[in-house]
């Protein structure tokens, strides 16, 4: 049986629920998966039982390396087979970006990589799979230089397009089995940076989540609309335009609140900017994956007012939960909401359009509920985590000929 090492910059992390569920889906179909992770996280992202197992079971590679003893089995491990080990640093060497900075960083990838190695060897690892374009798939591609075996990624965006040069993305491509891609669009945008000959190793896997975990009403206040929003205080995310359209309604809606959950670099401003609104706003923290779930259920609207995103497990979340959404027409996010059927798609960073469609589902539950009930549907039929982790299981397990691979027949 194969055995797949999972490799990750942090994991588990509260913001990648999705990789903690996918490699519970792979588990389940028989696939033997462990998990790597660069850092170890802390213990704030570990809010439920199965967070805490994950992180209990991770080998974490840079606090392997600082000891001595292990940095040092690990050289004398890779050199064992010297053509591997300077073939892999040329490698390392190659796919540098600019830079002196930069260059030591690449070499602390590759002296991570022969620890990481090591590690997969030891541990009977057969395939590496990363996700993101990062450090970490650096890591991964190195490590399959140094063992033999082969190493895959999943490609997300949008932040794997912010500096695909330096990241060598075409490069890394090249070089693995397959390329997993969430969308359309973010493969698409990987073919831009593709030589042709290599398009057919790239596929579309999406995130998922499991339907089960969403059915079911929530505890609702009468006379009370909801909104809620979840994933991290970042820039990125728009939170500063949602708090500013809450504000706009506020004489308007009297009746309306805003449920924050998670956290991140951006939460002290958003406090501030949400203070007037007093408690209207209610922020939660990180929570659990049972405990966002009940949120969602309990929510009437969910609103993403995003810069730029992927395709968000959040809305995935949100639809599962029979909750319309309201989203910024970016990226892959029109390939999982449909304008009118499952929710609103604004255009992103306008504020009127943003306010505009919060006041105009706040008024209307019976197109709330239908936008829900259709959103729910399209989650079951595309955007179920075992099935997606079927197809991936099928791309583990050999060349697979379709964009969307067939899912494998252990489902």
Do not use: N
């Not at 998966?33 to 197992?53: F, N, W």
């Not at 900075?101 to 070499?107: C, I, M, S, V």
């Not at 090591?118 to 990363?130: D, I, M, P, S, Y």
């Amino acid at each position: 049986m194969s055995r797949i090492a999972y490799v990750a910059g942090q994991y588990p992390l509260v913001s990648l629920t999705f990789i903690q569920r996918e490699i519970a889906a792979l588990r389940d179909l028989g696939l033997d998966v462990i998990t790597c992770s660069m850092r170890r996280t802390s213990p704030d992202q570990h809010p439920g039982e199965a967070e805490k197992a994950e992180a209990a079971a991770t080998f974490h590679v840079i606090e392997a390396m600082k000891r001595p003893a292990t940095f040092f089995a690990a050289q004398g491990s890779a050199l064992r087979h010297p053509g591997r080990y300077f073939s892999a640093l040329r490698l390392a060497w190659a796919t540098r970006a600019p830079g002196m900075k930069a260059a030591l960083y690449q070499l602390a990838y590759f002296f991570e990589a022969t620890v990481l190695a090591r590690h997969a060897l030891r541990e009977g690892v057969t395939h590496f799979h990363a996700h993101f374009t990062t450090g970490a798939a650096t890591v991964a591609m190195l490590a399959s230089d140094l063992t033999g075996r082969p190493y895959s990624f999943t490609l997300h965006g949008p932040a794997d397009f912010l500096e695909p040069y330096r990241w060598k993305i075409g490069e890394k491509a090249a070089r693995a089995r397959f390329v997993a891609t969430i969308s359309h669009y973010a493969r698409s945008q990987l073919m831009f940076h593709t030589d042709p000959k290599h398009w057919d190793r790239l596929h579309i896997v999406h995130c998922g989540v499991p339907p089960e975990r969403y059915a079911g009403e929530g505890a609702r206040a009468d006379g009370e609309t909801r909104l809620v929003f979840v994933g991290r205080f970042a820039p990125v995310k728009g939170l500063r335009l949602l708090i500013e359209a809450m504000s706009r309604l506020a004489d308007d809606l009297p009746d309306l609140t805003l449920t924050l959950v998670g956290d991140g670099e951006d939460r002290a401003v958003i406090e501030a900017a949400a203070k007037p609104l007093g408690d209207r706003v209610r922020f939660t923290g990180y929570l659990s994956q049972d405990a966002v779930a009940k949120e969602l259920k309990s929510a009437d609207i969910a609103v993403l007012p995003s810069f730029a995103e992927g395709v968000p497990v959040f809305l995935m979340e949100a639809l599962a939960s029979g909750t319309p959404v309201i989203a910024t027409q970016v990226a892959g996010v029109g390939e999982l909401v449909e304008d009118g059927k499952s929710g609103r798609l604004v255009p992103p960073g306008d504020i009127d359009s943003l306010t505009d469609a919060i006041r105009t589902l706040a008024a209307d539950p019976a197109a709330r509920r239908a936008m829900g009930a259709t959103g729910r549907a399209r989650v079951v039929d595309d955007f179920d985590i075992r099935i997606e982790a079927a197809r991936l299981a099928t791309l583990f397990e050999g060349a697979a000929p379709d964009i969307r691979p067939v899912p494998h027949s252990a489902l």
